[in-house]
Protein backbone atom coordinates (compact mmCIF):
# COMPACT_ATOMS: atom_id res chain seq x y z
CA UNK A 1 0.00 0.00 0.00
CA UNK A 2 3.43 2.32 1.02
CA UNK A 3 4.48 1.70 -2.71
CA UNK A 4 1.25 2.53 -4.21
CA UNK A 5 0.73 5.77 -2.40
CA UNK A 6 4.20 6.77 -3.11
CA UNK A 7 3.72 6.01 -6.66
CA UNK A 8 0.60 8.04 -6.82
CA UNK A 9 2.47 10.90 -5.19
CA UNK A 10 5.44 10.46 -7.93
CA UNK A 11 3.00 10.88 -11.05
CA UNK A 12 0.81 14.01 -9.60
CA UNK A 13 3.98 15.62 -9.47
CA UNK A 14 5.05 14.68 -12.80
CA UNK A 15 2.36 14.92 -14.35
CA UNK A 16 1.81 18.90 -14.59
CA UNK A 17 5.18 19.25 -15.93
CA UNK A 18 4.99 16.62 -18.67
CA UNK A 19 1.71 18.94 -19.75
CA UNK A 20 3.59 21.85 -19.74
CA UNK A 21 6.26 20.34 -22.17
CA UNK A 22 3.41 18.22 -24.65
CA UNK A 23 1.82 22.21 -24.78
CA UNK A 24 5.28 23.32 -25.83
CA UNK A 25 5.11 23.30 -29.43
CA UNK A 26 7.48 26.54 -30.49
CA UNK A 27 9.01 25.73 -33.95
CA UNK A 28 12.44 27.31 -32.22
CA UNK A 29 13.47 28.32 -28.87
CA UNK A 30 11.18 30.93 -27.43
CA UNK A 31 10.00 31.77 -30.89
CA UNK A 32 6.81 33.47 -30.00
CA UNK A 33 9.11 35.95 -27.99
CA UNK A 34 10.87 36.63 -30.04
CA UNK A 35 8.37 37.74 -32.96
CA UNK A 36 6.20 39.39 -30.80
CA UNK A 37 5.11 43.16 -31.66
CA UNK A 38 3.56 43.20 -28.61
CA UNK A 39 6.00 45.86 -27.06
CA UNK A 40 6.57 47.73 -30.05
CA UNK A 41 5.01 51.22 -28.74
CA UNK A 42 6.73 51.04 -25.45
CA UNK A 43 9.14 54.30 -24.92
CA UNK A 44 12.98 53.35 -26.04
CA UNK A 45 15.24 53.70 -23.00
CA UNK A 46 18.85 54.44 -24.11
CA UNK A 47 21.88 51.70 -23.09
CA UNK A 48 25.51 51.46 -24.49
CA UNK A 49 26.36 48.36 -25.54
CA UNK A 50 29.33 48.56 -23.45
CA UNK A 51 26.69 48.77 -20.81
CA UNK A 52 25.09 45.52 -21.77
CA UNK A 53 28.20 43.70 -21.43
CA UNK A 54 29.27 44.93 -18.33
CA UNK A 55 26.48 45.33 -16.26
CA UNK A 56 23.59 43.29 -17.26
CA UNK A 57 23.12 40.70 -15.29
CA UNK A 58 21.91 37.06 -17.45
CA UNK A 59 19.48 35.18 -16.48
CA UNK A 60 19.08 31.47 -15.65
CA UNK A 61 17.47 30.57 -19.35
CA UNK A 62 19.12 27.66 -20.87
CA UNK A 63 17.96 25.54 -24.00
CA UNK A 64 15.44 23.37 -22.00
CA UNK A 65 13.39 26.90 -21.42
CA UNK A 66 12.18 26.24 -25.27
CA UNK A 67 8.84 27.95 -24.19
CA UNK A 68 10.13 30.62 -21.30
CA UNK A 69 7.98 34.10 -21.46
CA UNK A 70 9.30 37.27 -20.53
CA UNK A 71 10.30 37.95 -17.71
CA UNK A 72 12.60 41.09 -15.99
CA UNK A 73 14.76 43.25 -18.19
CA UNK A 74 12.69 41.42 -20.82
CA UNK A 75 9.62 43.15 -21.04
CA UNK A 76 11.41 46.43 -21.49
CA UNK A 77 12.74 48.01 -25.12
CA UNK A 78 15.89 49.67 -25.87
CA UNK A 79 17.59 51.54 -28.48
CA UNK A 80 21.50 51.49 -28.97
CA UNK A 81 24.26 52.90 -31.34
CA UNK A 82 26.55 50.55 -32.84
CA UNK A 83 28.68 49.52 -35.62
CA UNK A 84 27.53 46.60 -38.14
CA UNK A 85 30.26 43.63 -37.69
CA UNK A 86 28.60 41.15 -39.43
CA UNK A 87 25.24 40.51 -40.91
CA UNK A 88 23.76 37.47 -41.89
CA UNK A 89 20.76 37.41 -44.21
CA UNK A 90 19.71 33.78 -44.49
CA UNK A 91 19.57 31.97 -41.16
CA UNK A 92 17.50 28.68 -41.12
CA UNK A 93 14.61 30.56 -38.75
CA UNK A 94 14.42 33.48 -41.70
CA UNK A 95 15.78 35.91 -39.05
CA UNK A 96 18.70 38.58 -39.77
CA UNK A 97 21.48 38.25 -37.58
CA UNK A 98 23.23 41.85 -36.52
CA UNK A 99 26.84 41.28 -34.57
CA UNK A 100 27.33 44.70 -33.17
CA UNK A 101 30.46 46.68 -31.88
CA UNK A 102 30.31 49.57 -29.36
CA UNK A 103 33.20 51.20 -31.63
CA UNK A 104 33.90 50.59 -34.99
CA UNK A 105 37.35 49.45 -33.46
CA UNK A 106 36.05 47.51 -30.95
CA UNK A 107 37.46 43.71 -31.50
CA UNK A 108 34.89 42.01 -33.42
CA UNK A 109 34.33 39.17 -30.73
CA UNK A 110 33.22 41.96 -28.00
CA UNK A 111 29.71 42.17 -29.45
CA UNK A 112 25.95 41.88 -29.19
CA UNK A 113 23.54 40.72 -31.67
CA UNK A 114 20.25 41.61 -32.78
CA UNK A 115 17.96 39.79 -34.48
CA UNK A 116 15.26 41.07 -37.10
CA UNK A 117 12.36 38.17 -37.64
CA UNK A 118 10.47 37.82 -41.29
CA UNK A 119 8.40 40.29 -43.07
CA UNK A 120 5.76 37.21 -42.48
CA UNK A 121 5.29 38.48 -38.99
CA UNK A 122 4.56 42.29 -39.07
CA UNK A 123 5.13 45.37 -41.41
CA UNK A 124 7.30 46.88 -38.65
CA UNK A 125 9.54 43.68 -39.82
CA UNK A 126 9.34 44.67 -43.00
CA UNK A 127 10.27 48.54 -42.14
CA UNK A 128 13.15 47.13 -40.17
CA UNK A 129 15.12 45.23 -43.18
CA UNK A 130 14.30 47.77 -45.62
CA UNK A 131 15.55 50.35 -43.42
CA UNK A 132 19.06 48.33 -42.77
CA UNK A 133 19.14 47.74 -45.96
CA UNK A 134 19.32 51.52 -46.90
CA UNK A 135 22.18 51.88 -44.20
CA UNK A 136 24.79 48.90 -45.24
CA UNK A 137 25.69 48.24 -48.51
CA UNK A 138 25.56 44.26 -48.41
CA UNK A 139 27.63 44.12 -51.83
CA UNK A 140 30.46 44.26 -49.07
CA UNK A 141 29.87 41.47 -47.29
CA UNK A 142 31.65 39.23 -46.87
CA UNK A 143 31.04 34.87 -47.23
CA UNK A 144 30.56 34.71 -43.68
CA UNK A 145 28.53 38.14 -44.03
CA UNK A 146 31.27 40.01 -42.22
CA UNK A 147 30.88 44.17 -43.31
CA UNK A 148 34.15 45.68 -44.22
CA UNK A 149 33.75 48.52 -43.74
CA UNK A 150 31.35 48.82 -40.99
CA UNK A 151 28.55 51.23 -40.51
CA UNK A 152 26.99 52.94 -37.57
CA UNK A 153 23.64 52.20 -36.94
CA UNK A 154 20.89 52.89 -34.27
CA UNK A 155 18.72 50.03 -33.23
CA UNK A 156 15.17 49.62 -31.32
CA UNK A 157 13.87 46.72 -30.11
CA UNK A 158 13.12 44.60 -27.14
CA UNK A 159 15.55 43.09 -24.41
CA UNK A 160 16.00 39.15 -25.28
CA UNK A 161 18.21 36.36 -23.43
CA UNK A 162 19.10 33.65 -25.51
CA UNK A 163 20.06 31.11 -23.21
CA UNK A 164 19.68 28.58 -25.66
CA UNK A 165 23.69 29.06 -25.93
CA UNK A 166 24.40 29.00 -21.80
CA UNK A 167 26.07 26.10 -21.59
CA UNK A 168 28.20 23.99 -19.06
CA UNK A 169 32.32 25.19 -19.65
CA UNK A 170 34.93 22.50 -18.54
CA UNK A 171 35.01 23.99 -15.50
CA UNK A 172 31.43 22.69 -15.16
CA UNK A 173 30.45 26.94 -14.83
CA UNK A 174 28.06 28.27 -17.21
CA UNK A 175 29.32 30.06 -20.49
CA UNK A 176 28.49 31.53 -23.79
CA UNK A 177 28.83 29.09 -26.80
CA UNK A 178 28.18 29.17 -30.57
CA UNK A 179 26.29 32.59 -30.50
CA UNK A 180 27.93 33.95 -33.23
CA UNK A 181 31.02 35.99 -32.38
CA UNK A 182 29.43 36.93 -29.46
CA UNK A 183 30.59 34.72 -27.09
CA UNK A 184 32.86 36.66 -24.66
CA UNK A 185 30.61 36.05 -21.31
CA UNK A 186 27.34 35.29 -20.44
CA UNK A 187 26.15 38.75 -20.47
CA UNK A 188 26.89 38.74 -24.41
CA UNK A 189 23.98 36.51 -24.37
CA UNK A 190 21.38 39.64 -24.32
CA UNK A 191 20.25 40.66 -27.73
CA UNK A 192 17.63 43.28 -29.19
CA UNK A 193 15.29 40.81 -30.03
CA UNK A 194 13.26 41.60 -31.88
CA UNK A 195 14.24 44.76 -33.54
CA UNK A 196 11.54 47.31 -33.98
CA UNK A 197 13.39 50.22 -35.57
CA UNK A 198 16.47 50.64 -37.56
CA UNK A 199 17.66 54.66 -38.37
CA UNK A 200 20.70 56.90 -38.79
CA UNK A 201 22.59 58.01 -35.86
CA UNK A 202 21.14 61.66 -35.01
Request: hydrophobic share 45%; proline share 7%.
Amino acid sequence: MARLVVIVMSWLLLAPSAGRAQACAEPHYRWSEKVDTALQARPAVPVDIAAILTAWAPLSLTSRDMCAPRRGREDSVFVLVGWVRRLKLHESDGDWHVELTEARASPVDSCIIVEIPAERYGVIYRQARSALASLVDTTQLGPSGDLRPPARVQITGAAFFDGFHQRAAPSGSPAASQHGRCNSSLRALWELHPVYGVTAPG
